[in-house]
């Protein structure tokens, strides 16, 4: 059974803080590894894709992937009260649909 | 065009009606999703088509019927609902079933059963 793995939250920052969000995932195969966001009652959106160990920096939007832990996190510099909503992590273990984790609630507190 | 546009966004049916969800992309996408969504929920696979055929079907009830009609449009055929299968559906396509770049989602219909 593949697994992805978040703290449901709600994680609450105040603005201009980091916000940390985690995910572990199962599938050792894993080669893929994506950050949606999304709003209440919208579709999840794509902020940020990663494939290696490492950090990947994407404006105030860091992924970082370390697959001998099978855990990727997403950080948020500077949160603002619009980046308020779901983190979804989804995991990629190849020819298959992608898995996703719970999602994180992220609030963010002017 | 890097959409994927979901026809109608809101959607209001009887348990003996029959209706019919549209999703069409044009970004010569070669995989296309459907899936349904709950509040405070993931995202909960239901098909998926890989170059047109069918190639996973989540044991979802036959009240459900996708079809695929060419590359770019994929319908979701409903009939005789539940109130329970109220929910957000979600459309999504990949480059291909590696899904190296991971899905591009629809804006969603939001379904209510009544």
């Known amino acids: 059974q593949k697994e992805v793995e978040q703290n449901s939250g709600p994680l609450s920052v105040p603005e201009g803080a980091i916000a940390s969000l985690n995910c572990t995932y199962s599938d050792r195969v894993s080669q893929s590894f994506f950050w949606y966001r999304q709003y209440s009652g919208k579709s999840p959106e794509l902020i940020m894709s990663i494939y290696s160990n490492g950090d990947k920096e994407d404006g105030r939007f860091t992924a970082q992937l370390n697959k001998a832990s099978q855990y990727v996190s997403l950080l948020i510099r500077d949160s603002q009260p619009s980046d308020s909503a779901t983190y979804l992590c989804?995991?990629?273990?190849?020819?298959?649909?992608?898995?996703f984790g719970k999602g994180t609630r992220l609030s963010v507190i002017a | 065009d890097t959409e994927v546009t979901q026809t109608p966004k809101h959607l209001v049916m009887g348990m003996t009606n029959k209706k019919s969800l549209k999703c069409e992309q044009h970004m010569g996408h070669r995989a296309m999703y459907w899936y349904k969504q709950k509040a405070k929920k993931p995202p909960e696979l239901m098909f998926v088509?890989?170059?047109?055929?069918?190639?996973i079907n989540e044991s979802v009830p036959s009240r459900f019927s996708p079809e695929c009609p060419n590359s770019s449009l994929l319908n979701l055929h409903l009939h005789a609902l539940q109130p329970e299968d109220s929910a957000l559906y979600l459309c999504?396509?990949?480059?291909?079933?590696?899904?190296?770049?991971?899905?591009?989602f629809g804006s969603g219909t939001r379904l209510t059963v009544v």
């Open positions: 088509y890989s170059y047109e055929k069918l190639s």
């Open positions: 999504a396509s990949s480059q291909d079933g590696q899904l190296h770049y991971g899905y591009t």
């Open positions: 989804a995991v990629s273990p190849g020819n298959t649909p992608l898995v």
